[in-house]
């Protein structure tokens, strides 16, 4: 029997040795193979086995490192995906979990150096919502399975649903605002015209019926004979003279109604109030990504990169809180987490979208702006509300249009 075989000393040693993790430097991807020091694994490096799997790996070097860098990012997202679907958490974490495995896919043998650089990857990439913390890097796994997409695009089609129905409500909400705008001026031609202290009074014969009109103009009709007296000589409606008890009416339109007939613009600008208080509370989402716009970098984790405070048009909106970016001095593509960018306001005069609150989606100019407040005036441009002048738009609101 060999000294080296299954049950005897020398091998129990061996596997007693070789378990659990070496060191990584140690260690040949290409051949699969982890050597205790650093003499076993220059023996390795000499031998015809090493030298022939390095004869491999010289023909197509980029192929190889490319697979070996595929390899180990879907592993390290298996893993996340699995224990951390729902959690932020630590990126040393993870790593440590997934190198318990002997057999793992080995950093040095990806085209990731260290493993800031495999974190600023996922990010970039989209997979994982990464953070840059005094306490190291964190990430959180960004859920992109079928079954997540299909309740997605399910809650999607109910949401285009809802605006559809409440696009049907506006449109019927501002014909009204119309017909009402329309019967103003016959409305308050008439209040003019009349006035409330000539009260025509009206007697009667005894046992007949009283018909009376605030008009003084008007024409009285009744079983009876009556007679229409002026309002100057009888300030009082009253019955006829044969000592029944006299009544007095006020009116009191008179009282409710504004000077010059204004009541019907109170009442149309509470409606106004209401459409968009109702407006505010339906369309405020926590995400504000569109396509189209010009948005600003903030992440300071991209500062070694050179893209802080630079713009970008948002080009492509992936799981409404992550952008597809394109910037617009160095024309590169990044996929940006909503949270590491801010709007950006124009010259007065240029276009805007209203990104969040009651119009949302709507197309605007700007009108002025409020540096003290930090808010905008702006007037919409298109749709339904084309004309109509919003008075104190928050920044965050508003954002540039790519033209």
């Known amino acids: 029997m060999g000294k080296n075989e299954f049950l005897t000393p020398k091998a129990i040693a061996n596997r007693i040795k070789a378990k659990g993790l070496q060191k990584l430097r140690w260690y040949c991807q290409m051949c699969q193979k982890q050597c205790r020091d650093e003499n076993g694994f220059k023996c390795h490096c000499l031998s015809e086995s ?3 799997q390095m004869q491999v790996f010289g023909q197509n070097p980029t192929r190889i490192i490319e697979g070996y860098s595929e390899e180990f990012e879907r592993m390290f997202m298996d893993l996340v995906r699995r224990s951390h ?5 630590a990126a040393t ?12 896919v080995h950093m040095n043998s990806t085209r990731w150096a260290t493993l800031t650089e495999f974190v600023k990857h996922l990010g970039r990439a989209g997979h994982c ?3 840059d913390t005094p306490k190291g890097w964190f990430i959180t796994y960004i859920d992109r399975d079928s079954e997540t997409i299909f309740k997605d695009r399910l809650k999607a089609k109910r949401l285009r649903a809802e605006m559809v129905d409440e696009e049907r409500q506006e449109r019927a909400i501002a014909l009204q605002i119309e017909r009402a705008a329309s019967l103003l001026p016959s409305s308050n031609s008439s209040e003019t015209a009349v006035d409330p202290n000539d009260v025509v009074p009206i007697k009667s014969e005894p046992g007949g019926k009283i018909a009376f009109s605030l008009q003084p103009a008007a024409t009285y009709l009744s079983k009876s004979n009556l007679v229409v007296e002026p309002a100057s ?16 009416r006020k009116d009191n339109s008179s009282k409710s109604a504004p000077p010059g007939g204004g009541g019907g613009l109170s009442a149309l600008d509470e409606l106004i109030k209401e459409e968009e208080k109702a407006k505010e509370k339906s369309n405020r989402k926590d995400y504000w990504l569109c396509e189209g716009i010009i948005v600003k970098v903030i992440s300071k984790t991209l500062a070694d990169k050179g893209y802080y405070k630079q713009k970008g048009v948002v080009k492509r909106v992936i799981d409404r809180y992550v952008g597809e970016i394109e910037m617009l001095e160095s024309k590169h593509v990044l996929r940006v ?3 590491e960018l801010e709007t950006v306001i124009p010259q007065i005069g240029g276009l805007v979208k209203i990104v969040n609150g009651a119009y949302r989606g709507s197309t605007a100019r700007l009108l002025s702006v409020n540096t003290e407040k930090y808010c905008a005036k702006v007037q919409i441009e298109k749709g339904v509300y084309e004309g109509r002048v919003l008075q104190a738009v928050e920044y965050e609101d508003i954002c540039k249009i790519m033209q």
């Open 50 to 52: 090493h030298q022939r």
């Open 93 to 104: 974490v993870v790593y440590n979990e997934y190198i318990n495995d002997r057999h793992h």
């Open 85 to 89: 679907r729902f959690s932020r958490v």
């Open 337 to 339: 987490d909503q949270d």
């Open 233 to 248: 000589k009888i300030p009082k409606l009253g019955f006829d003279e044969g000592g029944q008890e006299k009544s007095e």
């Open 129 to 131: 919502k990464v953070e």
